[in-house]
């Protein structure tokens, strides 16, 4: 995956000199080192984070998951899945959020060009054995959600891209210290679809809820452009 990714980059490098005659095409696609880009990229992988951490602590809260000492290094766990988590969201949203939703937008109106890039970003995470796809169809809505949240953010940061990794990343990671490290005990006092199918939290009613929180939260929140 990593060699693919080398790929894709050096691809897009191409595609944009060629097609479009721009030579510095991942500026195009948000991807700049300035400070206000950093500190988007810093705040969203706080609020990525801080959601997630919130969705376990509302479950723990209510009796329906349990806290529990974790059975592996905390602080290994805790630094793989920061690292696994900032690869995943690099590549994801310069593939989602840059290249794709580049072109949607020279080619369809805004909405038009959310909905689509919302809704490939969901149906390409389907890619898989007919057998998982069916297991994992649940998480459909939740990711369509996801997309939308994740261009908005985009476009609330004057197309920087920072923001979008950033809040990526922070919920790839909050999840992933709680899953690797195996924080968490369901206690199944409620049915699956509420805390989650297979025990995804997005495969569940109340990662749904916090998922369109986050989504309406990026609408209605004033980001600094500076």
Do not use: Q
Request: contains cysteine.
């Amino acid at each position: 995956m990593g060699l693919m990714f080398l790929e894709l980059l050096c691809l897009w490098r191409l595609w944009g000199k060629y097609v479009y005659g721009e030579t510095s095409i991942f500026s195009n696609y948000g991807l700049v080192t300035t400070t206000a880009n950093l500190r988007e990229f810093a705040n969203g992988l706080a609020i990525g984070f801080c959601f997630c951490l919130s969705l376990f602590f509302l479950e723990a809260v209510c009796g329906w998951i349990n806290i529990v000492s974790p059975s592996l290094n905390l602080f290994k766990v805790t630094l793989e899945g920061l690292f696994s988590a900032l690869g995943i969201a690099l590549a994801e949203e310069l593939l989602f959020r840059g290249w794709l939703w580049d072109e949607l937008r020279r080619d369809y109106p805004t909405k038009i060009a959310i909905w689509a890039n919302a809704l490939l970003f969901a149906l390409l995470h389907f890619i898989k054995p007919v057998n998982e796809i069916i297991r994992t169809l649940v998480t459909f809505p939740a990711l369509v959600i996801l997309g939308i949240a994740l261009v908005k953010a985009k476009l609330r940061c004057n197309n920087r891209l920072g923001i979008s990794i950033g809040i990526h990343a922070g919920l790839v990671w909050g999840y992933y210290i709680f899953n690797v490290g195996e924080l968490i005990e369901y206690s199944d006092r409620v049915p699956a679809w509420i805390t989650g199918i297979d025990r995804n939290p997005i495969a569940g009613i109340t990662g749904l809820i916090f998922l369109s929180v986050l989504t309406l939260g990026i609408s209605r929140f004033r980001f600094r452009t500076n």
